[in-house]
């Protein structure tokens, strides 16, 4: 069963602090997808990834930063993280061929006080 | 500009209904996504199309790729089929993603 894991379901963080999200898929996927969730704004793209070191900015990436070390693996950082930040955040991963459908975490919301 | 956009945005059905929810999309597609989001945050695809139709129990899409248009439907609604369904599009190595249809469907 293919699975796209995030590592914190909730967390509430101050502003300012340094923020990690992370997320793991296990599928050999070569695109990574880190998504931001408002309610009214639906889905929008902060960065993805198509290959190991390789990153690329969505529709709304600043204040945010990402790092694909690995494959399976793909963060987002807040780099000081503002209440405007205070979001659901999804991680998706798909294959780099068209013709796959997309996969996704089951999010993590972030509060920032 | 949004390249995917759906309609309604919020939806009541008594269960047992028929549902019917639509989108449009503006941009050539490799492929369209119907995804489910239930409250609490996980996103489930339930059809990627190319074409024609596609039945997955009580649930069908379908696809006009000359209108580029497609339509979600729900045979006999259940309250929990109650959720936000998303159209999503794929061009190249992006989604682009309407904002949601929020389905209640009442007992």
């Known amino acids: 069963d293919v699975k796209v894991t995030q590592s914190s379901r909730y967390l509430v963080k101050r502003t300012g602090e340094k923020v990690f999200l992370e997320c793991v898929q296990d599928?050999?996927?070569?695109?990574m997808f880190w998504y931001r969730q408002d309610p009214g704004l639906g889905l929008r793209l902060i960065y993805f990834?198509?290959?190991?070191?390789?990153?690329e900015k969505g529709d709304i990436p600043e204040g945010y930063s990402v790092s694909r070390e690995k494959k399976e693996r793909f963060s987002l950082i807040l780099e000081s993280a503002s209440t405007n930040q205070t979001s659901m955040y999804l991680c998706?991963?798909?294959?780099?061929?068209?013709?796959?459908?997309?996969?996704f975490g089951e999010g993590s919301w972030l509060t920032v006080v | 500009k949004n390249e995917v956009e759906q309609s309604p945005q919020n939806l009541t059905a008594q269960e047992g209904e028929f549902i019917t929810i639509n989108c449009s999309y503006s941009?050539?597609?490799?492929?369209l996504h119907w995804l489910q989001q239930h409250p609490g945050g996980g996103i489930v695809s339930l059809f990627m199309?190319?074409?024609g139709k596609k039945k997955h129990g009580r649930l069908i899409a379908t696809i006009n790729i000359q209108e580029k248009h497609s339509s979600l439907h729900i045979t006999a609604s259940h309250p929990r089929d109650s959720a936000v369904y998303i159209c999503?599009?794929?061009?190249?190595?992006?989604?682009?993603f309407g904002t949601g249809t929020s389905l209640t469907v009442i007992p």
């Open positions: 998706a991963s798909s294959l780099w061929a068209q013709g796959n459908t997309i996969y």
């Open positions: 599928m050999d996927h070569e695109n």
């Open positions: 990834s198509y290959d190991v070191k390789m990153k």
């Open positions: 941009v050539g597609i490799s492929a």
């Open positions: 199309l190319s074409s």
């Open positions: 999503a599009v794929r061009l190249r190595n992006q989604f682009y």
